[in-house]
């Protein structure tokens, strides 16, 4: 209360600042009803790629209004949503203008987006804190609402490439099972970490034979249809498939 007490003496004195341009010691008051109260549908959201246009969270909020005791003032507030790091004191925010609404409702990817915006990890839990920024004029402190939290676990919203590789042979589960690869979006390489035997194995897309890479020769080039690749030694391997490489596709194998 001494806080909003606060922002209502800075906004009358604004006020009563730009009555004295036009006309002498004219007093303006400004009566603020409620303060705003933040509330939101959920704090916890399950982010899956699938469900990228469903609603995920909804916020809401009673707007301030103010009651001149002269005419002739705008009333205009404006409000921003703002989202930061849990426990950062909003240093680095991702601020979302809210202005002459009263609820924002943001879907799976909107929110996902905000998580990746503010630095957070795909496939790791995030948290952030979210608040609402009132504001009148820049010579008058903006009221600030109690934080709500929100969670959730940022999904890649990037497209894989039509081509989905794996490892397949019995040096990986067997020639029937394939080990699919995970796609590096930044270095546009798949790799694996898995435990290999001692055997043959091959790479091929889409969980079909009609795109496969075998070996080219022994400095780890491969070719389509090429022969099966021998590992020598069983063992927890790192195994990189960089299918764009030139003039032909290559990978490597490091033994963890």
């Excluded at 409620?34 to 246009?53: F, G, I, M, Y």
């Excluded at 959730?152 to 497209?159: D, H, L, M, N, V």
């Excluded at 022969?227 to 032909?248: H, M, Q, R, S, W």
Aim: hydrophobic content about 40%.
């Amino acid at each position: 209360m001494k806080n909003w007490l606060t922002r209502i003496v800075g906004l009358c004195a604004a006020v009563v600042l730009m009555s004295s341009c036009e006309k002498d010691e004219v007093k303006v008051t400004a009566e603020p009803g409620s303060a705003p109260v933040l509330t939101a549908s959920a704090t916890t959201v399950a982010l899956q790629k699938e469900d990228a246009d469903k609603t995920a969270v909804t916020y809401s909020w009673t707007p301030i209004t103010l009651s001149f005791s002269e005419g002739g003032y705008p009333a205009t507030m404006t409000y921003t949503l703002q989202f930061a790091k849990k426990g950062t004191n909003f240093a680095t925010t991702k601020d979302v203008d809210v202005s002459g609404a009263v609820r924002k409702a943001f879907t799976v990817s909107e929110v996902n987006a905000l998580f990746k915006d503010l630095g957070f990890t795909v496939g790791q839990p995030a948290q952030v804190d979210v608040r609402l920024k009132s504001s009148y004029a820049a010579n008058v402190p903006a009221y600030i609402t109690a934080l709500a939290s929100l969670s959730g676990t940022p999904y890649e919203s990037r497209e894989l490439p039509a081509l989905v590789w794996g490892l397949i042979g019995p040096a990986g589960k067997g020639w029937d099972t394939d080990v699919v690869m995970n796609y590096d979006y930044d270095k546009k390489v798949w790799t694996l970490t898995t435990d290999m035997k001692a055997d043959f194995f091959k790479f091929r897309a889409n969980k079909a034979w009609t795109n496969n890479l075998g070996a080219d020769g022994p400095d780890g080039s491969l070719k389509q249809d090429g022969a099966d690749i021998k590992l020598a030694e069983a063992g927890n391997y790192t195994i990189t498939l960089d299918y764009n490489a030139t003039p032909k596709p290559t990978y490597t194998m490091k033994k963890n």
